[in-house]
Nanobody, 127 residues
């Protein structure tokens, strides 16, 4: 049974930092595209960052470039999202997702192609 379990969310003031984690189990981690999505109330789900588990190639949505960093620890089957210089607009539920197709430049626009999702972790940034 595939499981993705996020942690690390919380409340922080604007300009602060948080690091999200996603522990994965039950599938072949090394041949996946792993990604972070987020969804704010009343808004559509948005792709934030993605990483090819094999090559380490990363992709980011423009609004988080130079502020967020996606990374992985393959030995621990864990995905991370380091979020710095947080803004109120970053407030959302953050979800970890995985698929067996490799990441491409369109990966963040295709949430329908991900096979597995975590339950989400809330990030709240106060201005």
């Amino acid at each position: 049974q595939v499981q993705l379990v996020e942690s690390g969310g919380g409340s922080v003031e604007a300009g602060g930092s948080l690091k999200l984690s996603c522990a994965a189990s039950g599938y072949t981690y090394s041949r996946t595209c792993m990604a972070w999505f987020r969804q704010a109330p009343g808004k559509e789900r948005e792709g934030v960052a993605a990483i090819n588990s094999g090559s380490g190639t990363t992709y980011y949505t423009d609004s988080v470039k130079d502020r967020f960093t996606i990374s992985q620890d393959n030995a621990k089957n864990t995905l991370y999202l380091q979020m710095n210089s947080l803004k109120a607009d970053d407030t959302a539920m953050y979800y970890c997702a995985a698929r067996y197709l490799r990441c491409t430049s369109s990966s963040l626009q295709r949430s329908d192609t991900y096979n597995y999702w975590g339950q989400g972790t809330q990030v709240t940034v106060s201005s």
